[in-house]
């Protein structure tokens, strides 16, 4: 399998010049998780502005006092009007609402991401039409990998921390197999990164701390400048308002491009899992020939790779061609 540092090179090659474009469809799949982002300012913004505390420090103070953590004392002590808060958070209740029903939205955008990056890994571009027609079939496997992560994170965190990367795959393979059952996807994926799971997993990790850190250094830069120039007004809610408003499309523009880089790696990854799987595969299957132990059976212990070839009457240990 290729190192970290190839799969690196390689997502830097395929997105050559094309960034741009990529990061409209990026910000088509990830529509929702915007769209929460700027819902959760716009009740930042209200908070600050009826109760000039952020909204860290309102929620605290909400939940503290419903919770018995903080006494009616000390919230007369600090001169905090109750009512005042009790108000506000009916303002800014259906706001935090809506911004969960717009993120539940991203089940249908899973998989129209996966196949729209997977062309962009195989250099077989497809449009945002051909990704979209795929949003309904996208519930079903995304469902069902979350579940069946929580479930075994249940058990334990570190099992489910193991399922999550188990089932990598399982959009990816969905994309290729569209008309595949989710639990079929999810099974193969299963079965695909066995062996694999600690390159998934560094893949990830190396990704998500490059994606942190240019964030982050960026956020505060940005935000420098802007205390700069903001500094010689006194409307502290105007303040906090140009804060979010900047904050967000900051947030918003790096993500985006941030998520273009992470998913091209990603399907690079699968492709990259994907041979190696099928190399094994013919390899054991070279060895067993030779051995003279193949008696037209599964050799792999009923692998679902190497049965539905048998079932399609296919010679071919490669289930994806």
């Not at 051909?130 to 075994?152: E, G, N, R, Y």
């Not at 941030?258 to 699968?270: D, E, G, N, P």
Request: glycine letters at 6%; charged letters at 15%; aromatic letters at 12%.
């Amino acid at each position: 399998m290729m190192t970290l540092g190839q799969n690196l090179t390689l997502t830097f090659r395929r997105l050559n010049k094309k960034w741009n474009r990529y990061a409209v469809a990026s910000l088509l799949f990830l529509l929702p998780t915007f769209l929460s982002m700027i819902l959760s300012a716009a009740a930042s913004v209200i908070i600050i502005s009826k109760t000039g505390y952020d909204a860290y420090n309102f929620y605290y103070i909400f939940l503290a006092y419903y919770s018995g953590m903080i006494t009616e004392a000390d919230i007369i002590a600090a001169e905090i009007d109750i009512n005042l808060f009790n108000r506000t958070f009916l303002t800014v209740m259906p706001l935090g609402i809506a911004g969960s029903i717009v993120s539940l939205f991203l089940i249908f955008t899973a998989l129209p991401s996966a196949a729209y990056y997977l062309g962009v890994a195989r250099k077989k571009e497809m449009t945002l039409k051909q990704a979209f027609a795929l949003s309904l079939k996208s519930v079903p496997v995304t469902l069902l990998m979350v579940v069946t992560i929580f479930l075994w994170t249940l058990l334990f965190v570190v099992p489910g921390i193991v399922k999550m990367f188990a089932y990598s795959q399982a959009l990816f393979i969905k994309a290729d197999h569209p008309d595949w059952s989710a639990s079929k996807c999810i099974k193969y994926s299963d079965q695909m990164m066995r062996g694999r799971k600690g390159k998934c997993f560094l893949l990830m990790l190396v990704l998500g701390i490059i994606t942190a850190m240019a964030t982050y250094l960026v956020q505060q830069l940005l935000s420098v400048i802007l205390l700069l120039i903001i500094s010689s007004m006194s409307n502290i809610t105007l303040i906090y308002t140009i804060l979010n408003i900047v904050t967000v499309a900051a947030s918003i523009a790096l993500n985006v491009y941030a998520a273009v880089f992470f998913c091209t790696a990603l399907a690079i990854f699968h492709e990259d899992v994907r041979r190696s799987y099928l190399d094994d595969i013919e390899q054991d299957l070279r060895r067993t020939h030779e051995s003279g132990g193949y008696d037209g059976g599964n050799p792999f212990n009923d692998g679902p790779f190497v049965k539905d070839a048998g079932e399609n009457g296919s010679d071919s240990p490669d289930p994806f061609a």
